[in-house]
């Protein structure tokens, strides 16, 4: 059974849907529908999704951001359910580049936060990098942690806890649930990995958590730094005409490699051509 989740900023909750079938063909829910729709759950926590707008975030190249997510039990629908801030756009971030500073970003305690929100648990992200140039999504209450403010982007079902046989994320492929559109201008380079299916997917998101050092300059030669399995290949191109991802069924592909690095499928249904 596939796993399906929702992606915001470039972190995945996962849950499972039967018959889902999204690269072989098959038709697939719409991201709009009953079982993913954002506002659906209901809890102590804030309710920010109904009064969310779309908003579109330009100039995101190389722009730091980090997500806090809030916990919590639907006590209707009994299941646990996540609510996700992100910090792009807030805390000067247009004029820094970096939403998340470290002065303000260290002091956010994952405990103070959940009791302030009253929320099961809660937690933040490592510093993730966009390679995007553009991102066009809905954007609910910007609210603040612990010195930190992060809008809202997002209800989802919570993450499933990893089986001791699933191993690491890396390369593998998971279903998401998605409305952002993303985008690449011409002339940007791009970061790609071709799998032994002929599938070629994209870096929507960089870390360098677990590679100090890296920056946006330094992606080209991540090849030399990754671990790729048989059949995998990683390649750059400088794009000589405008990328955008777009699930047509409100559904996505997202994969991973070992440094924590995130793409998203290109396409029919995903893209608008494959680089």
């Known amino acids: 059974m596939p796993t399906v989740c929702e992606r915001r900023g470039g972190l995945i909750f996962c849950g499972l ?14 991201a709009n529908a009953a079982e993913y729709e954002a506002c659906k759950f209901f809890s102590q926590l804030p309710d ?23 916990f919590a039990k639907d006590p209707l629908k009994k ?14 971030g247009e004029d820094t580049r970096d ?9 956010v305690d994952p405990k103070r936060v959940a009791k302030q929100y009253q929320a099961l648990s809660a937690s933040i992200s490592p510093p993730r990098y966009w390679t995007l140039d553009w991102l066009s999504d809905r954007v609910g209450a910007v609210r603040n942690f612990d010195g930190l403010d992060a809008a809202w982007m997002g209800n989802s079902l919570a993450p499933r806890a990893a089986s001791a046989k699933s191993g690491s994320p890396a390369y593998r492929t998971t279903l998401v649930a998605r409305s952002a559109l993303e985008g690449f201008k011409k002339g940007s380079q791009v970061y790609l990995l071709d799998d032994p299916k002929g599938r070629t997917w994209v870096m929507v998101a960089y870390t360098d958590k677990d590679s100090p050092g890296l920056t946006i300059d330094k992606l080209a030669s991540l ?12 390649r ?17 592909a997202v994969t991973q490699d070992d440094k924590g690095n995130i793409y998203h499928l290109t396409g029919v249904g995903q893209s608008n ?3």
């Open 79 to 92: 299941v646990l359910y996540v609510s996700t801030y992100n910090t792009t756009g807030q805390n000067a």
């Open 48 to 70: 920010d999704c109904a009064a969310a707008e779309h908003r579109k975030f330009d100039s995101l190249r190389d722009y730091r951001y980090e997500e806090i997510d809030l």
């Open 273 to 275: 051509f494959v680089p």
């Open 99 to 107: 939403s998340a500073p470290k002065s303000l970003a260290q002091s």
């Open 223 to 234: 090849g030399s730094l990754v671990k790729l399995p048989q059949g995998w290949k990683f």
């Open 236 to 252: 750059t191109q400088t794009l000589d005409k405008e990328l955008i991802l777009e699930p047509k069924a409100g559904i996505t």
């Open 17 to 30: 849907l039967a018959g889902l079938r999204l690269l072989t063909g098959e038709s697939v829910p719409s």
